[in-house]
Structure formats: structure tokens, C-alpha cells
């Protein structure tokens, strides 16, 4: 109960139900996630694995964009996945200062290998990438 309580465990739906539910969830996620491109109100996916929500943390959202748009592993120096890239003027702050263009980048590609070799393989699982 424990593992279930805090969102470790979670319950899968029969081949079949997965099968009708993906169409519409890639849609639904796929509007989400571009979404995130110019807010942070959205803060899960639906899962065709689950039939429910799954958190999701902006930027990763933004990766998943990014790889549905065919910019994996490149997404960190085009700016696609910069929160509010060019719309609203944001920045990713790290320990409390604005990075630079440059710096952002490297944050970036830093982050892009942390998504693909931790994060990534999860959401495969959940059936969100």
C-alpha cells in the first residue's frame, strides 16, 4: 500500500484498453506539451498504460515535444525546449542567477542527458514517448 500511496506503483490496464486509449492520449499529451512551451499550468500526462495522470515536470514535457518534432539530442541549442523560448522572455535560473544564452544551452544539454538516460525509459513505460 505504501508503494501505491506515493505514487511509486501504479495499476496497468489490459493490452486492449491501452490500445484504444494511446490515439487519444498522444493527442491530448501532444497539445499539453505544447503548452508547456509558454506556461507551466500543466503539470501531468494521461497515460494509456494507467488510464490516469502521471506527473510531469515542464521541461520534461518540452523534451517530449522536442523528440515528437524530430529534435532529439538537439533541442537544447535550437531553444525549443528553453521555457517560454522568445514568447515571454524567460530564463532557467540556477542558484538564484539568470543564465546566459551559452549557459542555458549547456544547462540544457546537461539536462537532455539526464531526461534520456533516467527519465526517458520511465515514460516509455507509462506509454507517454
Not at 506556461?39 to 523528440?67: M, N
Not at 522568445?86 to 544547462?107: C, S
Amino acid at each position: 500500500m505504501v508503494l501505491a500511496g506515493n505514487g511509486t506503483l501504479h495499476p496497468a490496464q489490459d493490452d486492449a484498453a491501452i490500445a484504444h486509449a494511446r490515439p487519444r492520449t498522444v493527442l491530448l499529451n501532444a497539445r499539453l506539451c505544447a503548452l508547456a512551451r509558454h506556461a507551466d499550468d500543466v503539470t501531468c500526462l494521461a497515460s494509456p498504460v494507467t488510464g490516469g495522470a502521471v506527473q510531469v515536470a515542464r521541461i520534461d514535457q518540452l523534451f517530449l515535444l522536442a523528440r515528437s518534432l524530430g529534435h532529439e539530442g538537439r533541442c537544447g541549442h535550437g531553444g525549443l525546449c528553453r521555457p517560454g523560448a522568445g514568447a515571454q522572455g524567460q530564463r532557467i535560473v540556477q542558484d538564484g542567477k539568470a543564465l546566459a544564452d551559452a549557459e542555458q544551452a549547456q544547462a540544457l544539454g546537461r539536462e537532455a542527458q539526464v531526461f534520456d538516460a533516467e527519465r526517458l525509459p520511465l515514460l516509455r513505460a507509462f506509454g507517454l514517448a
